[in-house]
T-cell receptor, first 109, second 113 residues
Framework: NAGVTQTPKFQVLKTGQSMTLQCAQD?????MYWYRQDPGMGLRLIYY???????DKGEVPNGYNVSRLNKREFSLRLESAAPSQTSVYFC????????FGQGTRLTVV | GQSLEQPSEVTAVEGAIVQINCTYQ??????LSWYQQHDGGAPTFLSY????GLEETGRFSSFLSRSDSYGYLLLQELQMKDSASYFC??????????????FGTGTRLLVSP
């Protein structure tokens, strides 16, 4: 009964480092999303995936890449982290009713 | 593009009723969703309206008018635990045929004793 699982929960990176945020769902949803949340900015869509093997850009895709290798997993990669990418990242699955992971609090110093 | 507007903050007292409005500009509109988020937590789904009218779920109700591109979330018998941020979100269909979910900036509700 896990729903949507994100890892890690917290991460500190140095500028220029790379990392991958992992997301997995056990709800059999086709649609999956990555959002970032900054104070006063709401949830902004980075990338989404309508089904296995397909991905598309959202509002703020620059500096990120994604991979949807199978229906369960949708990962978000930062190739060269920048301080502007300090944020809380949420993965979600579904669309009319979306289920969210617990978030990853990322700090880039 | 898509745009949603909602008030940044609303205050109310315990036991009262509060309405949070949301207006949107969206092509390929499918429906309007509402989510609740407590500080430090993840958003959780509250309701979804695809058709005009009122949907009631316990103390929470959600309304949609497609012709006015407008919806609201109504919270009754407010409790302290309702203090949270509330987001409206549109589900819309892109030219690709795929459905996407885009959020407003959120309304912070403060409930006082």
């Amino acid at each position: 009964n896990a729903g949507v699982t994100q890892t890690p929960k917290f991460q500190v990176l140095k500028t220029g480092q790379s990392m991958t945020l992992q997301c997995a769902q056990d709800m059999n949803h086709n649609s999956m999303y990555w959002y970032r949340q900054d104070p006063g900015m709401g949830l902004r869509l980075i990338y989404y995936s309508a089904s296995e093997g397909t991905t598309d850009k959202g509002e703020v895709p620059n500096g990120y890449n994604v991979s949807r290798l199978n229906k369960r997993e949708f990962s978000l990669r930062l190739e060269s982290a920048a301080p502007s990418q300090t944020s809380v990242y949420f993965c979600a699955a579904g669309h009319t009713e979306a289920f969210f992971g617990q978030g990853t609090r990322l700090t880039v110093v | 593009g898509q745009s949603l507007e909602q008030p940044s903050e609303v205050t109310a007292v315990e036991g009262a009723i509060v309405q949070i409005n949301c207006t949107y500009q969206t092509s390929g509109f499918y429906g309007l969703s509402w989510y609740q988020q407590h500080d430090g937590g993840a958003p959780t789904f509250l309701s979804y309206n695809a058709l005009d009218g009122l949907e009631e779920t316990g103390r929470f109700s959600s309304f949609l008018s497609r012709s006015d591109s407008y919806g609201y979330l109504l919270l009754q018998e407010l409790q302290m635990k309702d203090s949270a941020s509330y987001f409206c979100a549109v589900v819309y269909r892109e030219n690709t045929g795929f459905q996407k979910l885009v959020f407003g900036t959120g309304t912070r509700l403060l409930v006082s004793p």
